[in-house]
């Protein structure tokens, strides 16, 4: 009787070991296991540290805890569709990085993005932030490029009457020039 009773109890017990990946951190068409088999061909610890891969490369950032991570190269939200795009093109998303273009497929850089998910991925509490690339690059620039027109230029805000902004250079020399005590900041609107 207490065998029947404690057998649902270990099954449950043994599946707590691994746990499913959080929802954020899925990859649509991706395979960790043919991720891991990518990863070795194209020799990604030779540069970095991998658990589990014999080399020990101290060139890129370690990738143990990959899943935990707030950002892919410094640049993007940690988000599968971003890790894709990155892995098939770094430079495409930082000029002047490290990481080169290795010829990864779009399939390959799916693999190879579910196997990086699942290296932390049991402290992986907290989505990353709500930010993907776009799917046309060029609308990425023009993202880009409104931006840095917004952040350098003068306007008025929309939502608060009376209200201008100018650009970030010339408000940090005000701020510099009369101090920063009794600054309250105001939140970016367009």
Request: net charge negative; glycine share 12%.
């Amino acid at each position: 009787m207490r065998l029947i009773l404690l057998t649902p109890l270990l099954a449950i017990l043994a599946g707590c070991g691994e746990a499913e990946p959080p929802p954020h951190l899925g990859v649509p068409g991706g395979n960790a296991d043919r991720g891991e088999a990518q990863i070795a061909r194209y020799g990604c610890a030779a540069c970095h540290r991998i658990p589990g891969f014999g080399a020990s490369g101290r060139v890129g950032p370690p990738l143990d805890d990959f899943a935990v991570r707030g950002y892919i190269g410094g640049v993007l939200p940690n988000q599968p569709q971003n890790l894709v795009a990155w892995i098939v093109d770094p430079p495409a998303h930082a000029p002047g990085t490290a990481m080169p273009n290795l010829g990864v497929s779009r399939e390959e850089a799916r693999d190879m993005a579910a196997y990086l998910y699942t290296l932390g991925r049991r402290e992986a509490k907290v989505f990353p932030p709500p930010h993907t690339l776009p799917a046309d690059p060029e609308a990425g620039e023009a993202e880009r490029a409104r931006a840095e027109a917004w952040l350098n230029g003068y306007g008025w805000a929309k939502d608060r009457p009376g209200v201008a902004r100018i650009p970030v250079d010339r408000a940090m020399d005000i701020l510099e020039s009369r101090g920063w005590d009794g600054i309250t900041p105001a939140l970016p609107s367009e």
